[in-house]
């Protein structure tokens, strides 16, 4: 007879950051070599959504990636099933011992899509590996902590677990536990912020974050003095920009670190280039515009990819996407335009 599959669904955002991870120190546990800090946004646009079942009958666990099957054997895809079923059966045991362990023992069908380009360097596997361990968590009765779990999957999936502002502290530890995310401020501490997604090119990048920040671990001499003497500065005038609501602090911090990532990857032997024509474009834009108000209004930040996020008060939004749409029509540079994104009040429903 066939039984019936138990499921559950989640979304999860995706989380822009202000302050890069960038270079690994361990590359199995996925440890970084500096902090950084990030914006979850609301999960209106930019979110995966996973469904995860598991069944006696599920004969090997399965993983279907925007409707196409994937290779479940991914050694970070296993890390996050192998320690989530860890942590359910250290769970069951702890609690009482009569409880139906069977379910442990099911194969896993996992079906997850985002409602954005994969892979275009808008942080789409942030969501994904978010969404993938809290699914799952969800599905096997797991809770506590489980950034140290979505880190595993890939490394700045650990702050999408969280909304508002959520820095990663890079920990100290070989065993990586004290490598986590954690809420700097919560959604709703600064509801004016605004961000806005200027889609340059949807394409998946060239260059992977795995390998492009293992090749500047590698060969950039800027990387090493930016994770030692640069970002503990930044994090702590970062975070208390945010408590104080320092727009322009803010902004700048968030304009200065990415280009200094930036720098890196041209520091990198071979170089990466993510950044394109349009991109260093809207970088002059926005420095035109603060500069014509003497003010700064509107901060930008790049991942690894060309595409723009642009950080901005909800007074400044609108009058800032009508110069955009000015300078970029989309017929022109086929830039697509996604409309603000609030900050997001829930990471996970
Ligand atoms: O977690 P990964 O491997 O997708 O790396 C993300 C790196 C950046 O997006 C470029 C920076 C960051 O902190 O999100």
Known sequence: ??????????????????????????????LPVNSSLSVTLHQDQLKTTTTVAYCRDFEEDRIWLNGKEEDI??????????????????????????SDMSAL????????S??????????????GYACLVYTLARLFGVEGELSCVARQGSGSACRSMYGGFVQWKMGEKDDGKDSLAEQVETETHWPELRVLVLVVSAERKPVGSTSGMQTSVET?????????????GRMDEMISAIKRKDFAAFAELTMKDSNQ?????????????????VSRRVINLVHRYNS?????????????????????????????????RHF??????????????????TTVS
């Not at 996050?80 to 609690?95: D, F, H, M, T, Y």
């Not at 023992?105 to 997850?112: D, E, L």
């Not at 108000?293 to 723009?308: I, L």
């Open 220 to 232: 950039s001499k800027l990387l090493k003095y930016r994770a030692d003497s640069v970002v503990p």
């Open 114 to 127: 985002n409602n954005f380009p994969t892979a275009a360097g808008l942080a789409s596997s942030a969501a």
């Open 292 to 324: 014509h108000y003497g003010e700064t209004r509107v901060a930008y930040t790049f991942d690894a990819g060309p595409n723009a996020v642009i950080y901005t008060l909800q007074d400044h939004a609108s009058e800032f996407v009508q110069v955009v």
């Open 73 to 98: 054997n991914q050694p970070r895809l296993q890390s996050c099933l192998r320690e989530i079923r860890r942590l359910a059966r250290k769970r069951r045991s702890n609690k009482d011992s009569t």
């Open 105 to 112: 023992s099911y194969k896993v069908h996992i079906c997850s």
């Open 261 to 277: 990532f930036h720098a890196t990857c041209l520091d990198t032997y071979p170089p990466i280039f993510y950044l394109n024509d």
């Open 328 to 345: 970029f029509p989309a017929e022109t540079n086929g830039g697509q335009f996604l409309k603000g994104l609030p900050v997001a009040s």
């Open 1 to 30: 007879s066939s039984h019936k599959p138990t499921m559950v669904t989640c979304t999860a955002p995706v989380n822009i950051a202000v302050i890069k991870y960038w270079g690994k120190r361990d590359k199995d546990l996925i």
